[in-house]
DNA sequence: GAAGTGCGTAACATTAATTGTTACGCTAAG
DNA sequence: CTTAGCGTAACAATTAATGTTACGCACTTC
């Protein structure tokens, strides 16, 4: 599959929203997405819906963050995008009477449901104001930051 | 995007090559996945180069399982099938000189190894024997099952 | 009040991954 | 040497995410 990546693409945006401060349209959005204004109205509307950001028609328009980064985690971006699960087992649905292959999907959904947990609480730990300060360091000049610097495991 | 059942199917196949106990061919195994030998064979050549099953061509020939089910985690399944993480943080690849960015998707991909640890630490506690014993408890006369019941949380 | 700016949304195209299917080669048993 | 069975390449079908085009509505400004 295509890999989901609006979750990352919304962080990426809100951060630099309130870096800049004022109202963004959907266009200069698009421009730091790389993709397109519809694209962009699609998800931030999604996150409009959770009062994460509000919108505004017209000249002077656009979008504009209605909390501040440190009031806002991951966990809540994630919500306003898609209240399911994030993780699914893949189970098989080949005979669904059968017990061996009801009690294999119930050990994944199982082990998925525990996957998912974790995910949730370090997704509510995660600030975007968080993210912000850890991007100030990585700016030219620093040395390189990988993406494995600063677990809490 | 359509989601990878092989674990799950591998798991029921396995179970159901062990209460049979003998050499089993593609198209038996195709039947209980109600699908088509090849896809059978693609899958489970994956787990014959990690020695979990052996294939014998010609007459008589088939697929059987090499190790007894408490000897076999669905971790061992699911490495056979595929080396790599199982879960992925879904990043973003607009700007990858953006610090923004990259703090966003490094701050994802730290969430998802989290979760990812949790996983696999389920997936090694799951011996396929006890998916095995939960299924002869799902048999008709038992009062239904849901796929929630038994986790250690 | 007319025009321009910008959001809202439907409809369709594109891209990618999984799965299904067909076809053919090779091996071992009988 | 015929049959049963695995091994694999090639292609079609299905599904999900994303990109794109088109058009409607609201608000601002002149």
């Known amino acids: ?10 962080i990426h945006v809100l951060i630099h929203m309130a870096l800049l401060g ?12 790389n993709t397109n204004p519809v694209v962009v109205r699609r998800t931030m509307g999604a996150l409009k819906r959770k009062g ?14 209605l909390r501040p980064l440190d009031q806002l985690t991951v966990l809540d971006v994630q919500r306003a995008l898609d209240d399911g699960q994030v993780l699914t087992a893949g189970v098989s649905e080949d005979h669904p009477t059968c017990p061996v292959e009801r009690a294999a999907n119930a050990a994944l959904v199982g082990a998925f449901e525990q996957a998912e947990r974790t995910l949730l609480r370090e997704f509510a730990d ?4 968080t993210i912000a300060e850890g991007a100030m360091k990585d700016l030219p000049g620093s040395p390189i930051q990988t993406a494995h610097g600063d677990h809490h495991a």
Not at 1 to 10: E, F, G, V, Y
Not at 22 to 33: D, F, N, P, W
Not at 52 to 65: F, I, K, Q
């Open 1 to 10: 599959m295509k890999q989901d990546s609006r979750l990352a693409r919304m």
């Open 22 to 33: 004022g109202r963004e349209t959907s266009e200069t959005i698009a421009k730091m997405l």
């Open 52 to 65: 994460v950001v509000g919108s505004e028609g017209g000249r002077g328009g656009g979008w504009a963050l």
């Open 126 to 129: 995660l600030r975007l104001s």
